[in-house]
């Protein structure tokens, strides 16, 4: 076997201030109520530009993010789900409901003392498990829950009416929060949140787009610790002017042929969220020469995609980058919604086959050579339509490979079974192991 | 006449072919009990729900994924199977991300003539879900007239909601029965009559309700009636389990669940505006939980019904994997108990244990009349 090129790696220089910002995120959000700030929780696709018109010392929570970090640590994970479970609930609902849930039954705050409780709740429906969870959250904590159902179709039939129906909520939406907090709403803050938010998005959807590169400037495994930002808070200029930072960085390493794995030599994606406590099976892909450039997951959950001038996929103009002014707080929340409908992560909620076309677009443009899909026990919303699409991506030709896990419920991911899998897979890629890469992972 | 309802359980699909070839006419499946079925009656359609067969199938393996309710794959594996073969379309009103699945497998598997999805709010409490809904369904309205290329007048609409009200009416008649302290039709029959009138030409249905309504004062049923029981869940027309718990010393006497009551608890109320009517009527309907957001409005309806029929005790029947009720039932159970309906909770599948049922059941018979001696 010839020796596959190696390409040149480099650490991320903004990888400390990517950790940094989420260290301080929840920091700030714990201690809200101490500076006299105020504290909402609810989902990483709440409409989170909509609570930052209340004042600048308004803090979220996002519970998936939240739950995600408990599930690296499994004994804590554990004990979540424990708490959950002996309140009678389901242990197949959303592994991050379960955790997120069994902190709050437990008062037990990961990042250190009491559960925080939120001054309200604000969530979207869209997943038969996001409302349930605020629901649920806002009945135990005593505190308000705005709930904006956005079940209107996928973004190619958005119609004027179902619009409508989204804005109209989010105005009744803060109506409720200032009655809530009892604060006078500060339209120009929405209007700059909404801005940091499409700035935020595209931004993601950009440095996605560098991906396209090979070698791949960043790898998936990577990438989840990137992406997490904008499920914390989007709207936040903090997260907009570290997502330019990481642009250039990114765009730097591409015009350098900087690789994430050094060995690249067969590219795939994957799909949902992985099984956080086993990122290792990432690592143990590189030892074939295989980088997951991403996913629709990654690239889609809070990227905001456009269709290109040359007809790629690409990121999706902001208002600023298209001439908008947004003057009033309607024209913020109409395109706050437009902004978010038009998420892809959202359209395989209605029709799994316009899943099955980005999952080729992302193919054929980021020139891979196959799929892995997690059938995700953990997250029913986004592993709706996933054996469809499977069918879809191998009648198209893309080998494909599945397997079963649980994001945050260590109990239902079988680590051995899935590395046989990914091994099965290699082989029918053409790909053995690297003795160099095996090596290199070795003496690391 | 009651028998009538049983046998169209069981031959519905032979009992659609015909309808069709004596009619006609168009028979479309409906996904869900949401879809406005008022304006298929008022093009002349059979609007007839996906029901599954509650038999085991190894077909839906590669479509679903195994973790989604046992409901929406036994649903997909009747269409694979070819059972539903005569349909001209199929409608989904949107409700849970399991049954949607459903739909988007049978489209792209299973092609018919016509498929639309309604992109019906989920947050039926919200007050600007009211025009929006409306708007829906007058796109649903358009949709159908481009397919059959015949407009559907007012006259129509008023046919169409006039058909489907007397049916709610006579079925509400019938369940009014069932509060007597004998009632005169068991919870299998009940069931029945209810299911039934998702896939039967409604006129049809009423007709043979009306027919029961006369026999009912007079039918005595040859069995005590035992404890009076309600059945509260996700879908479930397993009629070989509410025979079972009715053999063990119970009647159902009241249900909440979208295959009995909940499908036909309201009427469309005219006002002027028809559309807005039929749209309405489905916002305000005792909602799936799916729906009930941002209060849980479901729980006190569910109260009510167990209070107005008198029931000792309920069976909260919980679909495995079913999301919107595993959310809703632990709250509750603790609510039904808080206000004196003792609870037994079974996890339902496609086919399903009768015996670890029955003794279960049966132990919480016994624990309701030993409650009755202090």
């Known amino acids: 076997m010839a020796t596959p090129t190696k390409y040149p790696t480099e650490a991320l220089k903004c990888w400390p201030k990517a950790k940094e910002i989420r260290q301080q995120y929840y920091k700030d959000y714990a201690s809200a109520h101490d500076r006299g700030g105020i504290r909402w929780s609810g989902g990483a696709w709440a409409f989170d530009a909509v609570p930052m018109g209340l004042g600048d010392d308004v803090h979220v929570m996002t519970g998936e993010p939240y739950a995600a970090s408990i599930a690296f640590d499994r004994k804590f994970a554990q004990e979540c789900q424990d708490a959950t479970d002996a309140r009678g609930w389901a242990r197949d609902l959303c592994s991050y409901m379960r955790i997120y849930w069994g902190s709050m039954y437990l008062n037990r705050f990961f990042f250190g003392g009491e559960f925080p409780k939120p001054d309200f709740y604000y969530q979207t429906q869209i997943c038969c498990s996001h409302a349930k969870w605020d629901q649920e959250a806002s009945l135990h904590e005593k505190v308000p829950f705005y709930c904006i159902d956005v079940c209107v179709g996928p973004y190619e039939t958005l119609t004027e009416e179902r619009l409508n129906y989204v804005v109209k909520q989010l105005h009744d939406s803060i109506e409720g929060m200032e009655k809530t907090t009892g604060r006078k709403y500060d339209d120009e803050k929405l209007i700059a949140a909404v801005h940091n938010e499409c700035r935020s998005t595209s931004l993601w959807a950009e440095i996605c787009t560098l991906n396209k590169a090979i070698p791949a400037p960043l790898d998936e495994k990577t990438m989840f610790s990137l992406y997490v930002l904008n499920t914390l808070q989007r709207s936040s200029k903090q997260i907009g002017d570290f997502y330019e930072e990481l642009r250039d960085e990114v765009k730097d390493r591409v015009a350098r042929g900087i690789a994430a794995v050094p060995y690249e030599r067969c590219r795939i994606i994957t799909d949902t969220q992985p099984p956080w406590g086993f990122l290792k099976i990432y690592r143990y892909m590189e030892q074939f020469g295989v980088v997951s450039v991403g996913s629709l997951y990654t690239f889609g959950l809070e990227g905001i995609f456009g269709e290109q001038e040359d007809g790629s996929w690409g990121p999706r103009k902001t208002p600023q980058q298209l001439g908008i002014k947004i003057k009033t707080r309607d024209e913020a929340l109409r395109i706050t919604a437009d902004w978010n409908l038009s998420r892809p992560q959202w359209q395989h909620f209605y029709d799994p086959a316009i899943k099955t076309r980005m999952m080729l677009r992302i193919y054929n443009e980021w020139k891979l050579n196959g799929v892995i899909l997690h059938l995700n026990r953990g997250c029913e919303g986004l592993t709706v339509g996933s054996s469809e699409n499977r069918l879809g991506l191998i009648k198209a030709g893309v080998p494909v490979m599945t397997y079963e896990g649980n994001m945050a419920d260590e109990k239902e991911f079988d680590e051995r079974r899935t590395t046989s899998r990914i091994e099965s897979f290699m082989e029918t890629l053409g790909l053995e192991q690297i003795p160099g890469a095996v090596a290199a992972q070795a003496a690391s | ?374």
């Open chain 2, 1 to 374: 006449m009651i028998e009538k309802f049983k046998e169209w359980y069981i031959n519905r699909h032979t009992y659609a072919k015909q309808w069709k070839e004596q009619t006609g006419g168009k028979v479309i499946g409906t996904f869900c009990t949401y879809v406005p079925e008022e304006i298929l009656v008022a093009a002349k359609m059979l609007p007839a729900r996906i029901l599954g067969s509650h038999e085991p199938q190894d077909v839906t393996e590669p479509h679903i994924f195994g973790m989604f309710c046992p409901f929406c794959r036994d649903a997909l594996a009747q269409g694979l199977k070819g059972r539903f073969n005569y349909l001209d379309g199929v409608v989904l009103a949107h409700s849970c991300i399991h049954f949607r699945q459903t739909f988007n497998s049978w489209r792209i598997h299973l092609p018919v003539e016509f498929s639309y999805y309604i992109p019906m709010p989920n947050t039926v409490q919200t007050p600007h879900a009211r025009s929006y809904h409306r708007v829906e369904v007058e796109n649903f309205k358009k949709a159908i007239e481009e397919y059959t290329g015949r407009p559907i007048t007012e006259q129509d609409l008023d046919r169409g909601i006039e058909i489907l009200n007397r049916n709610r009416r006579l079925l509400r008649k019938v369940y009014e029965c069932r509060k007597l302290d004998n009632p005169p039709l068991t919870g299998e029959e009940a069931m029945y009559m209810a299911v039934t009138s998702q896939f039967i030409d409604k006129e049809e249905h009423s007709n043979v309700l009306e027919a029961v309504l006369k026999e009912l004062p007079e039918r005595k049923l040859p069995r005590d009636s035992g404890i009076r029981l309600m059945a509260v869940g996700s879908e479930n027309d397993d009629a070989e389990f509410f025979k079972m718990v009715e053999s063990v010393g119970s009647t159902v006497v009241i249900d909440e669940q979208c295959a009995g009551s909940r499908y036909f608890w309201n009427e469309s109320v005219p006002n002027g505006d028809r559309l807005a009517a039929i749209a309405n009527r489905y916002l305000d309907r005792p909602p799936c939980p799916v729906k009930d957001y941002p209060a849980h409005s479901r729980f006190q309806h569910v109260l009510n019904l167990a209070k107005d029929y008198r029931a000792q005790g309920a069976i909260i029947m919980q679909e495995k994997f079913c999301d919107p009720h595993e959310g809703d039932n632990p709250r509750l159970k603790k609510f039904l108990e808080e206000n004196g309906i003792p609870t037994l909770s079974l996890e339902f599948d496609s086919t399903n244990p009768l015996g670890p049922f029955r003794i279960r059941v049966e132990a919480f018979l016994e624990t309701i009349r030993g409650e009755e001696l202090f």
